[in-house]
C-alpha cells in the first residue's frame, strides 16, 4: 500500500468547516483512498473513499487532487463529537486496510 | 451501533488466565478481522478470516489463538499473555476480503489489562 502522510493534529473552531489534508504521493493507479475516525476508546468509523472523482456523503466531503498525490477531508460543519484522530488510508483490493498515526482533530467550542 | 458486538468490553487478567474474546457480526458480512491497538500505537492487523478461512496472520504470536465457527461469530482465545500485550483488540468484519472497494465495520473493541 501506498504511504500517507498526515499531520498529527488540527483544531477547529465549532461550525466552521475542518479541512483534513493527506498526502499520498507513491500511489498508484488502482488504488483507493479510505477515510475512518476513532473516537476515544472507540473502534474506526468509515467516513468516506474514493478513486479519482470527489465524493460527498451525509457525513464529508473528498476532494482529490488531479494527479491524486493528495486529498483532503472535509467536514463542512464542525461539531463537539467531530473530535476524533482522523486516518486517510490508501489500498487496493488485494491489501489489508493499515492504519497510521493519523490527524487528531480538536473541535473547539 | 454498527452491528458489531465485542464482548467483554472491559477485562482484566493474570499472566496464567485463559480468557477468550467474542465478536459477533449481525451485518451478514463473510470476513472478519482482529485487529490490535496498543496504547499511542496504530492499529495493528492480527487476523484475517474470510467465509471462517483463516487469510492472514500477521506473525502473531501464538499466545493469540483465533477461532472463526461461522461468518458470524469470531473469537480470540488468550493464554499465557504477558504485560506488553495489554491494549484494546478490535474486531472488524466487511462484506467480503480482496475487493478493490471495502469498508469495514469495527466493533467498540476490548480493553485487556494484563497483571
Known amino acids: 500500500d501506498a504511504k500517507t502522510t498526515q499531520p498529527p493534529s488540527m483544531d477547529c473552531a465549532e461550525g466552521r468547516a475542518a479541512n483534513l489534508p493527506c498526502n499520498h504521493s507513491?500511489?498508484?493507479?488502482?488504488?483507493?483512498v479510505y477515510w475512518y475516525r476513532q473516537i476515544h476508546s472507540q473502534g474506526p468509523q468509515y467516513i468516506i473513499h474514493?478513486?479519482?472523482n470527489n465524493e460527498t456523503n451525509e457525513m464529508a466531503s473528498l476532494i482529490i487532487t488531479e494527479d491524486r498525490k493528495s486529498s483532503t477531508l472535509i467536514l463542512p460543519h464542525a461539531t463537539l463529537r467531530d473530535t476524533a484522530v482522523y486516518y486517510c488510508?490508501?489500498?487496493?483490493?488485494?491489501?489489508?486496510?493499515?492504519f497510521g498515526t493519523g490527524t487528531r482533530l480538536t473541535v473547539i467550542p | 451501533e454498527t452491528g458489531v458486538t465485542q464482548t467483554p468490553r472491559h477485562l482484566v487478567m493474570g499472566m496464567t488466565n485463559k480468557k477468550s474474546l467474542k465478536c459477533e457480526q449481525h451485518?451478514?458480512?463473510?470476513?472478519m478481522y482482529w485487529y490490535k491497538q496498543s496504547a499511542k500505537k496504530p492499529l495493528e492487523l492480527m487476523f484475517v478470516?474470510?467465509?471462517?478461512?483463516?487469510?492472514e496472520n500477521n506473525s502473531v504470536p501464538s499466545r493469540f489463538s483465533p477461532e472463526c465457527p461461522n461468518s458470524s461469530h469470531l473469537f480470540l482465545h488468550l493464554h499465557t499473555l504477558q504485560p506488553e500485550d495489554s491494549a484494546l483488540y478490535l474486531c472488524?468484519?466487511?462484506?467480503?476480503?480482496?475487493?478493490?472497494?471495502?469498508?469495514?465495520?469495527f466493533g467498540s473493541g476490548t480493553q485487556l489489562s494484563v497483571l
Open positions: 472488524a468484519s466487511s462484506q467480503d476480503w480482496g475487493r478493490a472497494v471495502e469498508k469495514l465495520f
Open positions: 507513491t500511489i498508484s493507479g488502482n488504488e483507493y
Open positions: 474514493g478513486l479519482k
Open positions: 488510508i490508501v489500498r487496493t483490493g488485494a491489501n489489508n486496510l493499515f
Open positions: 451485518l451478514g458480512h463473510n470476513a
Open positions: 478470516y474470510n467465509f471462517k478461512e483463516q487469510t
